[in-house]
């Protein structure tokens, strides 16, 4: 087995740092008699260098030896003065580098134990992911270990750096007057005793407290992965209130400790001012009588009051001590489980050239689930891994499960599964990964592009090493130290981690044409082609894309003068006004790049608004602005929210109607210049979305086009330089970056209301593509696509088509499928079953197939019943009145 967490934070804390915490405790050793040297010197100044009138001078040292010095008075003060600069500078410094050295130790802490907190995450079983919630387990390595991170800063420094300034204060006191020091540390007796048993509830608390941060974690998590069906069902109220008893019962705890904790706060503050009181009460007397001189009361109040800083950071330390400790033993408890993947299964690598082809053996296989249910019960199969077998069953018949244990996602309670002579249990990751595949109904889609995810299951090792420049090196190489410093694994993420020999090919010119291979076999090549003319590329990093797409502008220019395909595009030049575009999109003559230049608040832009008065334009839309407000008011008036036109028709909502009907009764008779600036801006936006070839509403005159275009060029003329950022202009010989790739082969605007129009052009955009050898440049930039967090952007099926050809991509021995085509309609589901099993040809598969008559495609049927094998055999034996088979045939 793998080695367990500290169970106590202390026990972490000095088994990973206990020689840098005593290189630090060096250093506040040092400092404790710069402390002392610094609260006597004062005194020495008072005493000795203003009111003593001596020959000989006595400098003490750390309050008992002394050094005698035949100097004059004015030297002697100048000596203790410059003594006196010299040790603050030399504390700082100290303190400087005990607490960067604090730190720095603190972060290693922290890093290490996120590190081994995520590392048990990819080592818990499956079934614990149905018990622990993605949103605790999120806020458990994040949130949670924050504070357990800031107290590492001072776990075992502070109390000794703190409490040793302490004692050299009291220690100071003392030697001045033992009474006095006897005054001065009465009362932290009772504090010591006092504080921790006030703290005890405060620590249960905070138990409670991170218990329902937990659960509201959760709850939140809950709400956005349900947020359909919330809305669907009407559920908003009942999840709000859900929300406020959530945080009702984190307010009252939370109020509670604040209480409790003031207390103890008061508690210190009151004991802390009664020593001064007694000071300058006793002190005083003592003065009166003789028995003190002023120096020393000057020295004792001033020691004092350098005690109460490290007083209160002991007690600030006590109680981040418990909050921190509760917050570890919490976490720890939660990782630290009995119910893991070996550490040596998931680090062991395979043995180079280690193949998994011979006989799968699953022997007399039985799964009890983590509610002590029976879901599997005395499998047994036996085949060739180059053959393949279909799992038939009712949704309720284990089949799934079977699929899990055959990729050890599920370990069998009882029996054993062999494949090739080797036990699958005992196999490493290293082997199941990549001589293995699996592929279930939602297989996990990055954060990151098609091409990513598609290569996500080749990406096992670094292959090659990534290339730094000169300035990068020596931080690449400190990061690498670091990482081994701190138990993390130091492997290069920014290297290239592709397995070209897993896939089958020797560069990343085979690999494109092998990736678009497996898109073919699970019919996907189309929608990434499509994808590819939606997306953006970049053109600096993919030039090639970039100048494909001008070479593809200069071919579908040339096509557009057929009279096929005449007047349906209307291309951009910078000298016309485009009829098919808005008032916006002609002003700007580009494409937006952020929020800058957002059409729906042009109105609200100072530098546009700049333009429209040079342009002598303000009035003019200001008049448009109205005319539009004026006619959809006309229109909509007896028309029901929701009605088609307010899609077609929308500068104005259903909701804004009464607004704008009282917007133009206030300024019917109101200048320009004397509308409320929140008037003007709500008529100016209107005329911004006018398309003139759509909305044919007569506002945007022949004199009006003229001034847009004079406006245009003085935009671009006198843009500033922290805006220029904001679009991309349209350029007949440039790639637009901000633009799609088939806006940028189209550059101009479809012709509205022309018949077809979208698909005719559509067509010609693909035909000129072939015919100049581009397609693959298409699919290239639809690679590229960035599917959205959990492959958000992409359909159901789309995502199950990805998983099957990222998991067809490494030609692994054994292939297993669990209903992994089931967000696609029947006849899909048959043909890409049959390409599979093409492309698989001699090596194995085994496929949970979601519909009965899908088997008929497959060597072996395996049937399973309430978890028990019902029957197995080809499918022509099994298809047979009263069979299992046979019956789920006529059901389904």
Known sequence: ????????????????????????????????????????????????????????????????????????????????????????????????????????????????????????????????????????????????????????????????????????????????????????????????????????????????????????????????????DIHANDASNLELARFTDRLSNIYNIRFEIFQRKYMIKALNNFLDKLAPFLFYLFGGLLVIDGKLDIGQLVAVIGAHREMSSPWKEMLNWYQQQADARVKYDQVVSQFDVDDMLDDALQH??????????????????????????????????????????????????????????????????????????????????????????????????????????????????????????????????????????????????????????????????????????????????????????????????RQDIAAAALQARAGLTERLGEPEYAGLVEKFDRSTYNTNASVAENLLFGTTVGDAFDHDRMAENDYVLQVLRDADLIDDMLAAGRSVAETMIEIFADLPPGHEFFEQYSFISSDDLPEFRTLLSRTEKTGADDMQPEDRASLLSLPFKVVTAQHRLGVVTDELEVKILRARELFAEGLPDDLRGGVEFFEPEKYNAAGSLQDNILFGKLVYGQAEGMRRIGGLVAETLDNLGLRGAVLEAGLEFPVGVGGSRLSSGQRQRLGIARALLKRADIMVLNESTSALDPAAQDRIAAKVLEARDGQGVIWVVNRASMASQFARVAVLSDGQMAEQGTYDELNKDGTALHELLQSG
């Open 1 to 228: 087995m793998s080695e367990r967490l500290e169970r106590s934070m202390y026990s972490f804390v000095l088994r990973y740092s206990g020689r840098n915490q005593l290189y630090i405790l060096a250093f506040v050793v040092l400092s404790w008699p710069v402390g002392f040297m610094l609260l006597d010197l004062p005194k020495q100044i008072i005493n000795r260098a203003l009111e003593a009138k001596e020959e000989v001078f006595r400098l003490a040292v750390l309050g008992f030896a002394e050094i005698p010095l035949q100097v004059s008075q004015s030297t002697f003060l100048v000596i203790l003065c410059s003594i006196f600069l010299a040790l603050v500078v030399v504390n700082n410094a100290l303190k400087f580098h005990i607490n960067t050295s604090k730190g720095r130790t603190a972060e290693r802490l922290l890093r290490r134990l996120r590190y081994a907190l995520f590392s048990r995450v990819l080592r818990f079983r499956i079934p614990r992911f149905k018990r622990t919630s993605q949103g605790e387990i999120i806020s458990m390595i994040t949130a949670e270990t924050e504070p357990v991170g800031a107290f590492f800063v001072g776990a075992v420094v502070d109390p000794i750096f703190q409490g040793g300034l302490l004692l050299v204060a009291i220690g100071f006191i003392i030697v001045q007057n033992p009474w006095l020091g006897l005054a001065a540390a009465a009362f932290y007796p009772l504090q010591i005793y006092v504080v921790p048993r006030l703290q005890k509830k405060v620590s249960a608390l905070g138990k409670a407290r991170l218990r329902e941060i937990r659960h509201l974690s959760d709850h939140v998590g809950e709400t956005v992965s349900g947020i359909v």
């Open 348 to 541: 062991t690598d395979a043995e180079p050239g280690f193949s998994l082809a011979g006989e799968i053996d699953i022997s007399n296989v039985s799964l009890v689930d983590e509610d002590e249910v029976r879901r599997l019960a005395n499998l047994t199969i036996k085949m060739g891994s180059d053959s393949n077998l279909a799992i038939v069953g009712s949704g309720n018949s284990g089949k799934d499960y079977l699929g899990q244990v055959l990729a050890r996602l599920a370990l069998p309670t009882s029996g054993q599964i062999k494949i090739a002579g080797h036990d699958l249990a005992t196999l490493p990751e290293a082997v199941t990964g990549r001589r293995m595949t699996y592929v279930s109904g939602a297989p996990f889609m990055q954060s990151a592009s098609v091409r990513d995810n598609l290569l996500y299951g080749l990406k096992n090792r670094p292959i090659r090493p990534a290339e730094y420049d000169d300035e990068e090196a020596p931080g690449r190489e400190r990061d690498f130290a670091e990482a081994a410093r701190t138990g993390n694994l130091a492997s290069d993420y920014k290297a290239d981690w592709v397995d070209f020999e897993a896939a089958g090919v020797k560069d990343m010119d085979e690999l494109f044409t092998r990736l678009i291979q497996v898109l073919e076999v699970v019919e996907m090549s189309d929608d990434i082609y499509n994808l590819g003319l939606r997306g953006t590329v970049d053109p600096d990093r």
